[in-house]
């Protein structure tokens, strides 16, 4: 089910108001619903001590969203600079950011940690050698290659950029462990949207069954597990949501198991962010024009710069015409930005109730990897964020861009560089 009927509830009666307030196009996030999915996270997790969500930033990087999910106890988990600064703005401080980049940077490293610190992930055993500072503690981004399958957003592990493969897993922690590191976390991230709980059960058992390989061979206790985020959402109506509640129950299962076995065991970490806020966040549009050729097209006053998952991923996002209920008049139609990208479709022979110019289309789950993922290809602009609060009122957390944003990075003193002249200065 997408778009929750609580959320429709809360929007719905005061839309009219909201657009005009406002002026469409935007995302409004519904905080009620991210607080209730994050409750509902921690449930289902209860009997597993330790555990914690590292709620993955770029789903939402906005910092009031972040308040929010740092409120309810989560940490952050980062894969660039901008995210760590964005995690430390709202107060989060060493344990409670998790860095999971990849092809890092020197000076990615250095914000890494700068400012409090943060839990290093590192992605390949050569990042070892050029930490200019040894972590108190080391994580490893593992990946199985063949060993698992992987899904179709994500692809195959063994066709990842992602992770230390299997046979460097022991190898990785050796070397770690001569550099003197002593505590020690193992981290993977398999599929992305999968809302088969088993596939997630299996991974906290991969990943125990690689601790216990560890332990035999290096004696190391690892002091946690990160099965990654890659939890998925029902975009589609007849789409079953996951069940987090056997996941988290198999999950406490096996952990038990373990320290029956070993004697302790390590904490588990998360780092969902679709889960926790997608089907809280859509996209308001307003269909401007309609053209019939071979087909016919709506065309509304958002482009895939508000949101790229139907362009890039094919994905399907469920839409509503405001105020309009299926009546058995549906035609389908395509739901068209204005870029010249032919991709540039919300949706592609959707049956939809008949849309006049003017309508409202509320385009659902765009809470994660939304506005996010949004890019400026042709001048298109990045619109608003909203914010339905769980007191009824609506802010403005993000303005839309304007053309200054976009020809800023065009204004700046003139530095011009003769390379010919300077080989005639300089040449002996
Ligand atoms: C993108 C990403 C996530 C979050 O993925 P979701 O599908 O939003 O849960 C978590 N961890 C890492 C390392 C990621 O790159």
């Known amino acids: ?27 409004v996030y519904d905080e009620v619903g991210i607080r209730e999915t994050g409750a509902r996270l921690k449930d289902a997790f209860r009997d ?66 700068a400012d409090g610190g943060c839990i290093i992930n590192l992605d390949d055993i050569s990042l070892l ?14 990946n199985p290659g063949e060993r698992r399958s992987g899904n179709a957003i994500i692809g195959k592990p063994a066709e990842a950029k ?41 991974t906290v058992k991969m990943l125990l069954d690689l601790i216990t390989t560890a332990k035999r061979e290096l004696g ?32 406490a299962g096996l952990l038990n198991q373990f320290e029956a076995q070993h004697g302790y065991k390590p904490d588990l970490h998360m780092e969902s962010g679709r889960y926790l806020t997608g089907p809280h966040g859509v996209l308001v549009t307003r269909a401007i024009n309609q053209k019939e050729t071979y087909r016919h097209y709506v065309g509304v006053d958002a482009s895939m710069s508000a949101l790229m998952r139907p362009g ?30 032919n991709n540039d479709k919300f949706a592609v022979q959707r049956p939809l109730p008949p849309i006049d110019d003017g309508d409202l289309l509320i385009i659902q789950d765009t809470g994660a990897h939304g506005h ?22 609506v802010e403005r957390i993000r303005r839309a861009e304007t053309l200054d944003d976009y020809f800023s990075t065009l204004q700046f003193p003139p530095n011009r560089f003769s390379p010919v002249q300077s080989i005639q200065t300089f040449a002996p």
């Open 162 to 202: 992602y992770g230390i493969s299997d046979t460097q897993f022991i190898e990785a922690y050796r070397q770690a462990m001569a550099l003197g590191v002593q505590r020690f976390g193992l981290h993977t991230m398999l599929v992305s949207n999968e809302r088969n709980h088993a596939y997630m059960v299996e």
């Open 129 to 142: 050698k050029k930490l200019r500072q040894i972590p108190v503690r080391i994580c490893f981004r593992y």
């Open 312 to 341: 890039m991923y094919n994905a399907y996002h469920h839409i509503d015409v405001y105020g309009k209920n299926a009546t058995g008049e549906e035609r389908s139609v395509d739901v068209v930005g204005a870029l010249c990208e």
């Open 372 to 393: 996010a993922m949004g890019f400026n290809y042709n001048g298109r602009l990045r619109p608003q964020e909203l914010l339905l609060r769980s007191n009824g009122d």
């Open 48 to 113: 597993v001590q330790g555990f914690r969500e590292y709620f993955a930033v770029k789903a939402l990087p906005n910092p009031h969203i972040l308040s929010i999910i740092r409120e309810m106890g989560f940490g952050f988990d980062c894969s660039s600079v901008a995210e760590l600064v964005l995690s430390r703005q709202v107060g989060a401080r060493g344990d409670d950011i998790m860095f999971t980049s990849n092809n890092t940077s020197a000076s990615e490293f250095e914000a890494a940690f």
């Open 220 to 251: 190391i206790a690892f002091e946690f597990i990160n099965i990654g985020g890659g939890l998925g959402i029902p975009y589609r109506p007849e789409d079953a949501s996951l069940d987090i509640h056997t996941l988290g129950q198999e999950a």
């Open 1 to 27: 089910m997408p778009m929750s009927e609580a959320f429709k509830a809360r929007l719905n009666p005061i839309l009219p108001d909201i657009v005009a307030h406002f002026g469409t196009p935007f995302h």
